[in-house]
Every structure is written in C-alpha cells, then in structure tokens.
C-alpha cells in the first residue's frame, strides 16, 4: 500500500517535531545522493537563529541552485487542519474529520495512516478506512486501543520508525 499521508490527533497525543524535522531534512539529503552532517543539524535544534543553512548546505553539495519553495513544501507545514470546533455531528467517533482530510488532501483512504491515543480516534480512523496507529498515553493506556480495532497499538512512537511501518504496510 503507497502512504501518501500522515494524519495525527493532537489532543492528547505527544508529536516530536524535532525527529520530524530532521526525517524530513535526512530524505530530501538523500534524494540528492547525500548525506544529512548531524554534527551540523545539532547547531539547530532548539533555536531559529543558527548560523547553519541545511539549504545552502544542500546547494553547495548538489552545485547549483534548488528549487527552494518547491523542496520546502514537501518537509514543512501542514497541508491540511480539520478540526470539530465543539460541533457534536463532527466530533469522533464519527469519521467527518478523517474524511474531510482525506478529501482536502486529494488521498484514499487506503494511502493514508492515522495515529490516535483514543478509543473514539480509532474508531473514527476505522470508520474512515484509514489504517491506525495507537499510542495510547496515562489516560487512555487501559480504554481498549486494540478492541477499539486500532491496526497497531505502541507505547511509543519511538518503536516504530517510518522504515518499518512502510515495510509494514506492504506486507499487508
């Protein structure tokens, strides 16, 4: 199965945006036939005014100029927020939300993977037809994730990388 989309709950659910990032940095590296120096990625953690342009960096390497915009829309921000705003007819268990995402995203519901820390997210993720990912936190570790019907219940993000839930997904 081709993932073309992550779709998070944040209510609840802790996202480490630091990995993210630098996931993001190390594949765009890698498609231009390098490597990300995590000597020099160390220098922007935690700041926005390092002295290190992993861009610039990344232009000197390949030896010509990058389409910057282009590139930089594939690793930042958010392409789509969907949000039940109070509103109970949006509000999970029901899917409104995920399926608004999938639509604003223009991806199947086979093409996307959802993580949740709730029974009612899994529930609405299922309802969907979006595979899932629990990460159940304090609150939620004993509601039932797996009954639920989430497809994979972790303690952690942390154990299992992208690698691994791609390689996942194509066995299935």
């Not at 995590?38 to 990344?58: F, K, R, S």
């Not at 820390?117 to 990460?135: E, H, T």
């Not at 299992?160 to 390689?167: K, Q, S, V």
Request: glycine share 6%.
């Amino acid at each position: 199965m081709p993932v073309r989309a992550f779709l998070f709950d944040f209510d609840g659910l802790i996202l480490d945006t630091e990995f993210a990032a630098r996931a993001g940095w190390e594949r765009l590296y890698r498609e231009h036939g390098h490597e990300l120096p995590t000597d020099l990625w160390a220098t922007l953690v935690g700041t926005t005014h390092a002295p290190w342009d992993p861009m610039g960096h990344l232009e000197e390497l390949v030896g010509e100029p990058l389409e910057r915009d282009a590139l930089t829309e594939q690793d930042a921000g958010w392409d789509a927020i969907c949000t039940a705003d109070r509103d109970p007819a949006r509000a999970k268990p029901r899917p409104v939300l995920y399926l608004e995402a999938l639509e604003l995203l223009d991806v199947a519901a086979r093409e996307a993977v959802a993580f949740e820390d709730s029974p009612n997210g899994v529930l609405a993720a299922k309802a969907a037809g979006v595979f899932c990912v629990a990460i159940p936190n304090e609150v939620t570790r004993d509601l039932g994730l797996a009954e639920a019907g989430a497809d994979i219940v972790l303690d952690s993000l942390a154990e299992l990388p992208p690698e691994a839930l791609f390689r996942r997904l194509s066995d299935d």
